[in-house]
């Protein structure tokens, strides 16, 4: 699914010197996983979501998504992969403000050939649990409705992977649990899954973790995630 | 099909911002109506000065000698023209190789007409036959005299509509006797209508009558108010003015040094000159519309500009789910394309009705010009492209990743 060799992400410094966000990263992902990237802030899990989600490109390596080696796309092929084969769930939810859930769902569809099928939105938005708010514009939705309608529209296109950037980051423990039992029954049902997260909680549910520190990959242990799911209920 | 979508969506985020759409369709508005009115009423004016020029001098390929070196006021007379252009002149002009014919005239302006205990007093010209030919005058009525006619003095009068509806309102004209200045007249014809002549007077207060019959049975004077020319080559009108010229001063014995004692009108030149005038004009006029528009435009352009930054996330998100920057470039022009066509749109209706307002206060015929509208809403479409592409660029610039931080 997922074959990333000796990837290296160096950014220009103002003072002309340069800093290395990834250090040659080799990993591998095979389909059906929930991989939870871990580690603490700069130490490049961002970087590394941006270049797997297809926003960035590596300063060199390979990328292989799904059989195709990305790293060297342009502007344009990037894009028809980011809305083809990858499904981004953010910490901020990022929905179009002044629209309505249905319509936010609908996005991806516009840019994959315009051919906007309301009832496979409404049926997404149904898998979430949402189907009855598909006429609120976001701003009337709770965080966890919003976060919601975020992966159904990651949903839509039917992508191969799903991208997670701390995704309950910005809800209260009840409706993160909500939104976590949501990415643990799409990967009951085969969906590959990567979160990048620093809250234990979230790891729990993911069946492998891959830590990071100061852009080197640190460790990548697979767990078994039935031993560990329980685990949500600890936190006070 | 995409396409069509990505419209929508340009479509639906403008409602979704409608004080600002507003505004920034307001300097395009503001201009397309300004251009449109303005081109509108220059041209509806040309139109109309032309059309007034033409109803008076009736065809282009003519040139118009008068005695009296363009001194007289107002229309010419017997009574207010010196006698230096004769019969005899004419004759001469009619053979000159650029000539095709020549019509003469006599007329007056003070006589009355009568009949039955009605009165007019219309102009009177005595004119030779070809006039109507020469005028591309058209009967309404009746029949023109005849060459025969004219050699034979005989008293029939051919009379404009203005004639006929104030001594004819309802009764037959035709073989009526009228009198002029006493004089009967059999009216053998009517002419169709003019309408206004430049100066917005009726061409149509008139009373033609043969020439020599004016000559010797009413005015009793041998000389003309005036002889048309028509020529062989209208192209070649100024040739043919300066042959005239160059005729009439050595038939007149005039010095080198000495005025030309008659003048001639060159209508084409004269057409050219006039139309000349409105054009500048016209072209003055477009030009301050034009300024309006391109405010309209960098108004646009602002706009859009400071919205981008309110808009990143916006953009950021579309960029995730799969627009490249193509298609946000695609998508921030068509915004801008929408806003000023919509602009370009409404300023053409307002324009429309600035027209029909316009006209009444200069008392001119509503005459709605369709290709400056046409041409308008083209500029706007324009317009949205030139001014739209730089912040479509900008927009398309927007990093993703970290608009998308929160």
Not at chain 1, 48 to 69: F, K, Q, V
Not at chain 2, 136 to 159: H, P, W
Not at chain 2, 186 to 215: E, Y
Not at chain 2, 332 to 355: D, M, P, S, Y
């Amino acid at each position: 699914m997922i074959q990333v060799v000796n990837i290296r992400k160096t950014y220009a410094r103002g003072n002309g010197g340069t800093v290395d966000a990834l250090k040659s990263i080799t990993f591998d992902i095979s389909p059906g996983e929930f991989v939870a990237v871990r580690g603490a802030s700069g130490s490049g899990k961002s970087t590394l979501l941006n270049i797997l989600g297809c926003l960035d490109r590596p300063t060199s390596g390979s990328y292989r998504l799904d059989g195709e080696d990305v790293a060297g796309y342009s502007d344009k092929q990037l894009s028809r992969i980011r809305n083809g084969k990858i499904g981004f769930v953010f910490q901020a939810f990022n929905l179009l403000p002044r629209t309505t859930a249905l319509e936010n769902v609908e996005v991806p569809m516009v840019y994959r050939d315009g051919h906007v099928d309301r009832k496979r939105a409404l049926a997404a938005l149904e898998r979430v649990g949402l189907a009855g708010r598909a006429r609120h514009h976001a701003s009337e939705l709770s965080g966890g409705e919003q976060q919601r309608v975020a992966i159904a529209r990651a949903l839509i296109n039917n992508p191969v992977l799903i991208l997670a950037d701390e995704p309950t980051g910005n809800l209260d423990f009840k409706a993160g649990q909500g939104v976590m039992t949501l990415l643990q029954e799409l990967h009951d049902d085969g969906r590959t899954i990567l979160a990048v997260t620093h809250d234990d909680d979230v790891a729990a549910y993911a069946s492998r973790e891959l830590r990071l520190q100061e852009g080197s990959i640190l460790s990548s242990e697979t767990v078994p995630t039935v031993l560990l799911r329980p685990a949500m209920g600890g936190k006070p | 099909m995409k396409t069509f979508q990505l419209v929508r969506q340009a479509a639906l985020s403008l409602a979704r911002h409608r004080l600002r759409t507003v505004l920034m369709m307001l300097g395009v508005v503001v201009g397309i109506a300004s251009l449109a009115i303005l081109t509108s009423i220059g041209e509806a004016t040309k139109r109309e000065t032309m059309q007034r020029f033409k109803n008076m001098i009736g065809t282009f390929d003519t040139i118009m000698v008068r005695p009296g070196g363009g001194r007289s006021r107002g229309m010419p007379t017997l009574l207010n023209v010196p006698p230096t252009l004769r019969f005899e002149d004419s004759k001469a002009i009619a053979e000159l190789p650029e000539i095709k014919s020549v019509a003469e005239m006599q007329s007056a302006f003070d006589i009355d007409i009568k009949y039955r205990g009605k009165a007019a007093s219309p102009a009177v010209f005595g004119v030779s036959v070809n006039w109507l030919s020469l005028r591309s005058d058209e009967m309404a009525d009746g029949v023109f005299f005849t060459e025969d006619q004219n050699t034979s003095l005989a008293r029939v009068a051919v009379i404009g509509t203005d004639v006929r509806s104030a001594l004819f309102p309802d009764e037959e004209p035709l073989g009526a006797m009228i009198r002029i200045a006493e004089v009967p007249f059999q009216v053998i014809g009517v002419l169709q209508s003019r309408g206004a002549g430049p100066a917005g007077g009726s061409l149509d207060n008139v009373i033609l009558i043969p020439v020599k019959t004016a000559s010797r049975r009413l005015f009793n004077r041998d000389y003309l108010t005036m002889v048309i020319a028509q020529l062989k080559d209208p192209t070649q009108s100024n040739q043919a003015t300066n042959r005239v010229v160059a005729l009439l001063r050595e038939r007149h014995h005039i010095q080198p040094s000495a005025l030309d004692d008659f003048a001639i009108t060159n209508p084409a030149a004269t057409m050219e000159r006039v139309t000349q005038t409105s054009s500048t004009l016209a072209k003055i006029l477009a030009g301050v519309a034009i300024m309006a528009l391109l405010i309209g435009g960098i108004v646009i352009m602002s706009l859009m500009l400071i919205a981008i930054s309110d808009r990143r996330r916006e953009i950021g998100i579309w960029r995730s789910v799969g627009a490249s920057r193509g298609e946000v470039v695609f998508q921030f022009l068509l915004e801008a394309v929408t806003v000023a066509l919509a602009g370009g749109l409404a300023g053409v209706l307002i324009g429309i009705g600035g027209v029909q307002i316009a006209a009444r206060i200069q008392k001119l015929p509503p005459v709605l010009v369709w290709r400056p509208f046409a041409s308008a809403v083209l500029l706007s479409f324009v317009i949205g492209i030139v001014f739209g592409i730089y912040p479509a660029w900008k927009a398309s610039r927007v990093d993703p990743i970290q608009a998308l931080r929160s």
